[in-house]
């Protein structure tokens, strides 16, 4: 089982419509998750963070944690064009040297106008 | 968010050369840097972890004596890939956490990432 785990997608939702992207993770002990955006050649950019479960919302964002299932996911509301990329989620974790990040392999979205 | 710059943004090199990439950050301490690459469509891999002032430590199955990192001072980190061959083309991504007291220490701040393209 891989540690965290996404839907590769791609993931298409009209323009203005609600975009889900969810994201489960292996191991229970995790306590921050992450989601991060990503467009074609270009470097991950952060969305937001939530530690606590329940919903984080900014702006048009929420994400979503249930650390019970295990599970997290990203709302995106009124969905646009711009917004169409590739979504990591990433959970944060004791590496070799000190906390470490791990990434999903990611959706794609395809936001269509 | 705090600024992370990578040098150079894309290199052609011939089989057989090394090549140096360098993460920086720019307006806070980064004691600690991280190490991706990422493959087309595919997600970042974790490279290796390095601390400024000691060595990196390497994810399983990367051959620390084929990339080789430094991490001299709290803002540059290098990233060496020594005898490049056309296998090890990717896009290389560096990320940078500040210390506690500096903050950002619960974000990862990427940089923009260096595509090589190994002949």
């Known amino acids: 089982q891989k540690e965290v785990e996404q839907n590769s997608g791609p993931l298409s939702v009209p323009e203005g419509a609600i975009a889900s992207l969810n994201c489960t993770y292996s191991d229970r002990g995790s306590q921050s998750f992450f989601w991060y955006r990503q467009y074609s050649g270009k470097s991950p950019e952060l969305i937001m963070f939530?530690?606590?479960?329940g919903d984080k919302e900014d702006g048009r964002f929420t994400a979503q944690l249930n650390k019970a299932s295990q599970y997290v996911s990203l709302l995106i509301r009124d969905s646009q064009p711009s917004d169409s990329a590739t979504y990591l989620c990433?959970?944060?974790?004791?590496?070799?040297?000190?906390?470490?990040?791990?990434f999903g392999p990611g959706t794609r979205l395809s936001v269509l106008p | 968010g705090a600024v992370v710059s990578q040098h150079p943004s894309r290199v052609i090199c011939k089989s057989g050369t090394s090549v140096k990439i360098e993460c920086r950050s720019l307006d806070f301490q980064a004691t600690t840097m991280f190490w991706y690459r990422q493959f087309p469509k595919q997600s970042l891999m974790l490279m290796a972890t390095s601390n400024e002032g000691s060595k990196a430590t390497y994810e399983q199955g990367v051959e620390k004596d084929k990339f080789l990192i430094n991490h001299a001072s709290l803002t540059l980190s290098t990233l060496t890939v020594t005898s490049a061959h056309p296998e090890d083309s990717s896009f290389y991504i560096c990320?940078?956490?500040?210390?506690?007291?500096?903050?950002?220490?619960?974000?990862?701040?990427f940089g923009p990432g260096t595509r090589l393209t190994v002949l």
């Open positions: 939530i530690y606590s479960n």
């Open positions: 990320s940078a956490r500040g210390s506690p007291a500096s903050g950002g220490y619960n974000e990862q701040f």
């Open positions: 990433a959970v944060r974790r004791e590496g070799n040297y000190g906390q470490n990040f791990v």
